[in-house]
């Protein structure tokens, strides 16, 4: 295996890694007039900054993939280009401008932020160039036709669990999440399922200022003092780290059950999290201890090759490139980004790590969902939460 490094001015620096041996000539986007010709795609994942631990376990399993599959999608050898994703909507829209535009690529997966992927969705629907996002999936992403997610809409981890709380928490339930776009969707997606369950609000939910909030001492005394059997939270990354550090050493850890999306314990998050992470339960499309046959190949070889588990995002990224790799193939002998599209919205079962799942009309999974809780710093299945999506 091969790594080729080329500058690209201010934008970032990509890396394109030939996966295979010998690849004689050019790699091309496209390869409409070459039977077994390379196909070049598009990594648009954060290489800086705060998402960089995601891009890095989004990378790992798509990559992962191809190297399980001999360095080929679909029978043909694969070049993948990576570009950084960055922070912001504007440095994820220039990354995948030159994607599309210099580079040329047949198609494109990955991407981190919601603003990011609402901001490049009509340049991939101008293009005609297929996005198989792995991550980013906002409830405001509607109506496209070769944009897909191998991931979930934002709202669903919060919908898997409300009917779930709104039978073990024995009372009202305080809600507090960041206050942006997917914390809101979380919040808003719990609510749809434990409001018919039977739940009820303790006052009204909270959104901390993102990402300035440090300090969730007065949200923790607003807590204690709401009298809450439990809370549902949505927190990621440093800010999971400070608020389930800050719970414990306020008192209400095993005082006050919490409840949250899975990115509050996922990857790395954990490991900075300690034993204070213990006991919290968490909904999520994946947990590295499933026991089915594709997470038995999966998850071992992802944690021989990298040293540490697999997450949710490296699962949803090995899926994007399982299923580009059943489109290419379909595509026949006239692979061209259309062509790979369209057999994409035909590429029924996916035998997925997380379970069999398969796109909806939203190009989005219809999928099962777990309950989680954290035992001896990992998270571990403890429940079915049934299946969304459809």
Not at 40 to 48: D, E, H, N, Q, Y
Not at 361 to 384: F, H, M
Request: hydrophobic share 40%.
């Amino acid at each position: 295996m091969a790594r080729r490094f080329r500058p690209v001015g201010l934008i970032a620096v990509t890396t394109s890694l030939l996966l295979a041996t010998a690849c004689g000539g050019a790699s091309l986007g496209t390869s409409e007039d070459n039977e077994n010709g390379s196909v070049k795609i598009g990594l648009l994942l954060p290489r800086s900054g705060i998402y960089k631990a995601l891009g890095d376990d989004m990378k790992n399993g798509f990559e992962l993939y191809v190297k399980q599959q001999g360095g080929k999608l679909g029978g043909r050898e694969v070049e993948l280009v990576v570009a950084d994703e960055g922070e912001t909507a504007d440095s994820g829209k220039a990354a995948a401008e030159k994607l599309v535009k210099q580079d040329r690529v047949l198609a494109v997966s990955g991407v981190v932020s919601s603003a990011t992927i609402n901001g490049v969705k009509d340049l991939f629907e101008t293009s005609k160039i297929p996005l198989v996002g792995s991550n980013a999936s906002p409830t405001t992403l509607t109506g496209a036709e070769y944009v897909w997610r191998t991931s979930y809409v934002n709202d669903e981890p919060g919908k898997a669990l409300g009917k779930h709380v709104a039978e073990k928490a024995g009372g009202p339930v305080f809600l507090i999440a960041a206050g942006y776009q997917a914390g809101r969707d979380e919040v808003e997606g719990f609510k749809s399922t434990f409001l018919p369950a039977g739940g009820k609000i303790a006052g009204e939910e909270v959104y901390t200022p993102f990402p300035g909030t440090k300090n969730f001492q007065p949200y923790l005394a607003q807590i204690e003092r709401s009298g809450a059997k439990s809370v549902f939270c949505f927190y990621a990354g440093g800010a999971a780290v400070d608020f389930v550090k800050q719970y414990r050493d306020f008192g209400l850890a095993g005082k006050i059950p919490l409840y949250a999306p899975g990115f509050l314990t996922e990857g790395g998050v954990l490991k900075g999290q300690g034993e204070a992470a213990t006991g919290i339960f968490t909904s999520l499309n994946y947990s590295a201890d499933l026991d089915n046959a594709a997470n038995k190949r999966f998850a071992p070889a992802y944690t021989s090759a990298y040293g540490s588990a697999p997450t949710t995002y490296a699962m949803a990224s090995w899926d994007a490139a399982q299923v580009l790799d059943t489109a290419i193939k379909a595509a026949g002998g006239t692979v061209t980004s259309e062509t790979v599209n369209a057999a994409i919205a035909k590429v029924g079962d996916i035998d997925s790590p997380r379970g069999t799942w398969r796109f909806n009309s939203g190009g989005t999974p219809i999928q099962p969902w777990y309950l989680r809780e954290v035992k001896q710093g990992a998270n571990t299945v403890s429940a079915d939460l049934g299946r969304l999506g459809g």
